[in-house]
């Protein structure tokens, strides 16, 4: 239970209590002037009796009768439409205040939600999405750069100088090699030969090419 609760235990409970007595208050009203609407109904028939019988006085007395509860039943009228104008605007208030509540949670909703949506905070994360991605990007194209650059290393002359040697090779025109020439040796397979390579006869026989190539 809240520390509202404790402090103020019966608040909300007399609000009702007090709606209860008052719907009892009218109904007890209600059987009230129905009482007097029938004393005044007789007063005014005994007024039309005496009359009848000539007692002008009695006549009169009982006519006064059937005005007094004629006032009574008007005031117990006027008084129960005012108790039951409150009531309904306590149940109109009552209404209105828990739209009220219901307007304001949802106005606060919303202004939480708005402030995880605002247009400002959406442009922000938008433009620090895109300056995100170019700067992945940056650095992809940094890590993918052009080795020449990145090692400072230039092949123009030996690129020339390789082309030279083919166009001499075959006559001064490049020829038409077939496509399986034109595979690129992997350097996988080269370490997957490389223990049959170490083997006696087959390093023999690269020493021997290399002393050949060096003494040419």
Known sequence: MGIKKKLFPRK????????????????????????????????RKNAKIALKRGERVRAKNYLIQFKQYQQKVDRANNIRAKIERSLEAVEEGKMISMTGDL??????????????????????????????????????????????????????DELNQLET???????????????????????????????EIRTKAKLSDEIEKLRKELES
């Open 165 to 195: 040697e083919m166009l001499l090779d075959q006559g001064g025109q490049i020829p038409d090699v077939p496509a399986d020439d034109l595979q690129y040796i992997s350097e996988f397979e080269l370490d997957e030969e490389e223990p």
């Open 12 to 43: 909300g409970v007399e609000k009702e209590e007090l709606v209860i007595k008052a719907k009892a208050h009218i109904r007890k009203m209600a059987l009230a002037n129905k009482t007097y609407s029938k004393r005044s109904e007789i007063a």
């Open 103 to 156: 307007m304001g949670g949802i106005r606060d909703e919303l202004q939480t939600i708005s402030t995880k949506v605002s247009p400002e905070k959406i442009a922000i994360i938008a433009e620090d999405s895109e300056a995100y991605v170019a700067e992945i990007e940056e650095s992809a194209e940094i890590l993918a750069g052009d080795p020449e650059i990145d090692l400072a290393i230039d092949v123009t």
